[in-house]
């Protein structure tokens, strides 16, 4: 019987909170215990206790994602932790192996996570996909900007502009690029933990067409987001940013990917611009996961040798074919025994179909085995874009 790691108590939403603040050092304020316990009351919890107390944590958040316009569910984990007593004793990973089995069980396919540490959540399948851009310019080194049109308008608000812009969200492409479909209560809990101001363009008649979420720190205009669709909004909203440049120091943009605009800039050594890894992803059910993957081209039937340790339903050998934009997708065995035209871990194969890296660059550098004819093959048929997230949690 598998045990039961679930944690559904007021009691134990408690002593989840006060392990939280510790382990993270942290600190109890109205604030904190407010948006904290929001997050909390959405999520899947689980905890380890040792005489009858809580000693490791973590939540599993349902939520889902939109991947080039296939809606998958995925189930973010946050607050992995353990008190510094029990560290190194598997609990954590002993909760983590909980929640993804259980995520198989409820047919979630995908599960993200922010990673304290890269190596230990390869340990479970989870491999890194996201990748952040952080772009800072001088005050002084702002580029003048002068819109060409004046028709529409530019409004600020606080974080109730949150919900404002979420349709405008939605359907921005880098937002399908496996970006969180924002809910309701999503939403709310951000409102709850930012102190964000919001600032929305829109056009003559009165249609959303940009936007900008920033936070005004003491000496920094930091923006969290930035979306524009016309020139024109984006001319506006740049022009909106540039005027606060008696006000602070520094500008700053934590950009969703690892895409930036050097060549746009008359002096490009003027932004400083660095490329951070981000969120990490995981495949939790192949098969789930394949049969409404957006293939980009149809495919003959293919043989892939998947490795998954963690979740042994994944593992096998899978014949995978795409016909007039219809998947058929089979595990053939589930041994590793038997012909494939390619071998692969569930990490490699989840960053090829992300788009974070193709299956060929991968063979070049010795992380996966194959026919190359074979893998180039089924590259063809992949999402070539990479992936994009702003969200965290």
Known sequence: MTENLRLTTDTDREAFYQLYQYAFNNHDTPTRRT??????QHG???????????VSGLYSLPMKVNFHGVTYPMNGIG???????????GGAGKLLTAALNEMAD??????????????????FGYE???????????AKDLPVIKPHDFSGSITRYGNEGLALVNDFYATQPINQRGGVIREDWWLHYLTLKHDWSVAIYRNANQQIEGYLIYDRQATTFAI???????????ERLANFITKHGTTFETFSYEAPSDEHGLDLLANPYSLHVQTTPYMMARIV???????????????VPIR????????????????????NGQVTCNRVTDTLDGHSDLQVSIQQLTKALFGTRSLTSAWQHHQITGDLAEIQRLDASLVQTKPALIDYF
């Open 79 to 89: 607050d992995v932790m353990s008190a510094p007593e029990y560290s190194g004793r």
């Open 224 to 234: 969290q987001e930035w979306s524009f669709s016309t020139p024109a909004a984006f």
């Open 285 to 299: 059910l192949l098969h789930d996961f394949l049969k409404r993957y957006p293939f980009i081209n149809d495919l």
């Open 106 to 123: 409820n047919h979630i396919p995908l599960s993200y996570l922010a990673p304290f540490s890269y190596a230990y959540y390869r340990k």
């Open 128 to 138: 890194q996909v996201f990748n952040h851009t952080q772009q800072e310019i001088a």
């Open 304 to 323: 892939l040798a998947v490795t998954d340790t963690t979740l042994t339903l994944n593992q096998g050998i899978w014949e995978l074919s795409v016909t």
């Open 35 to 40: 948006f904290f316990m929001d997050r909390y």
């Open 44 to 54: 899947w919890i689980y905890g380890l206790h040792d005489h009858d107390q809580l």
